[in-house]
């Protein structure tokens, strides 16, 4: 288990975590989300050992984790952290970036597990390119597969697929995440994206004025999102009489109390986020079709 205990860190004077206490369990996957400047990456750093704790203490096991204050090279030898500005070696190729850390003693063996790293980034066709010809996605791949080469206990991610594009970015999140649970390798990732939390995610936290604003498993925040900023993580909400009301839980309806009038229809795909007036105030709601500006409706809560 990861024992993070009562730790407090400021960079200079401002402080960025205050008293942050959390356990994860081996083999789970965990999420820190919250705001930019939130202290996400901070965390992450924390546990990896980057800088030294002004109070607290971080364990992994029996192992405590120290700054550099008290280790030569930063970061323990089981865990591999890949950061949000990701470093790689420009001119050595795909394959040779994936390897660097694995022995060349076994050369048969190296080349089968480079292999199979560089499928579960989905980068096979790209093994003998030269790492300053790829994308920022490409490159952020690279980062992933290398920080796996040599299995580590613990995974830290901050923000692993901000520059990978759509098209890849669901089949590669499916891919890895499978991959961390099989090899039992302990995730924790920053993240701003609830498709990286909800599928996918044992636990989360939130970070927010230097502290943890709710850690719980992401089914039952998002089922009871505490407050607007732990909604607007999820969805896009409404705030009806003081509750939080998800988009997709308004519908229309014959008639009943809460009338009101279409201002604006997005096209989002297989749905429809309709903006309407109820009261003089925007409310809005996901609708299968989409409904001519002016129609007046009626609108019912579904829980
Ligand atoms: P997040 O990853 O959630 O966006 P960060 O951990 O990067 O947040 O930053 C948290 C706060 O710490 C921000 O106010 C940021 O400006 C500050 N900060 C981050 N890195 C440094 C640094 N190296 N020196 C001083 N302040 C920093
Ligand atoms: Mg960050």
């Given at each position: 288990m990861l024992q993070v205990k009562n730790i407090s860190f400021r960079y200079k004077t401002q402080p960025v975590l205050n008293n942050i206490s959390f356990n994860v369990k081996e083999g789970e996957h965990f999420s820190i989300i919250g705001e930019s400047g939130s202290g996400k990456s901070t965390l992450l750093k924390l546990l990896y050992g980057t800088y030294d704790l002004s109070e607290g203490q971080i364990f992994w096991k029996k192992k405590q984790i120290l700054g550099p204050k008290y280790n030569l090279i930063i970061g323990p030898e089981f865990?591999?952290?890949?950061?949000?500005?990701?470093?790689?070696?420009?001119?050595?190729?795909?394959?040779?970036?994936?390897g660097e850390f694995l022995s060349n003693f076994y050369p048969e063996e190296k080349q089968i597990r480079i292999k199979e790293l560089l499928a579960v980034v989905e980068l096979n066709d790209f093994?003998?390119?030269?790492?300053?010809?790829?994308?920022?996605?490409?490159?952020?791949?690279?980062a992933i597969a290398k920080s796996i080469a040599k299995q580590p206990e613990i995974l830290l991610l901050d923000e692993p697929f901000s520059h990978i594009d759509n098209f890849k970015k669901q089949s590669l999140r499916r891919s890895l995440f499978k991959y961390l649970k099989e090899k039992k390798i302990t995730c924790i990732l920053a993240t701003h994206d609830k498709d990286d939390v909800l599928s996918f995610s044992d636990h989360?936290?939130?970070?927010?004025?230097?502290?943890?604003?709710?850690?719980?498993?992401?089914?039952?925040?998002?089922?009871?999102?505490?407050?607007?900023?732990?909604?607007?993580?999820?969805?896009?909400?409404?705030?009806?009489?003081?509750d939080i009301i998800y988009a997709n839980h308004i519908k229309l309806t014959e008639k009943s109390k809460l009338k009101a009038i279409v201002k604006?229809?997005?096209?989002?795909?297989?749905?429809?986020?309709?903006?309407?007036?109820?009261n003089g105030k925007s409310i809005f709601f996901e609708h299968d079709t989409d409904i001519k500006k002016s129609t007046i409706i009626f609108l019912e809560i579904i829980t």
């Open positions: 865990m591999k952290y890949v950061a949000q500005e990701f470093d790689l070696m420009p001119f050595t190729t795909v394959a040779e970036n994936i093994a003998n390119t030269k790492v300053k010809l790829l994308s920022g996605g490409q490159k952020q791949r690279v989360m936290i939130v970070l927010h004025d230097n502290k943890i604003m709710a850690s719980e498993t992401p089914k039952s925040l998002y089922k009871n999102p505490k407050n607007k900023l732990i909604a607007s993580f999820f969805n896009e909400f409404n705030d009806v009489n003081g604006e229809c997005y096209y989002k795909g297989h749905y429809f986020l309709i903006e309407a007036d109820l």
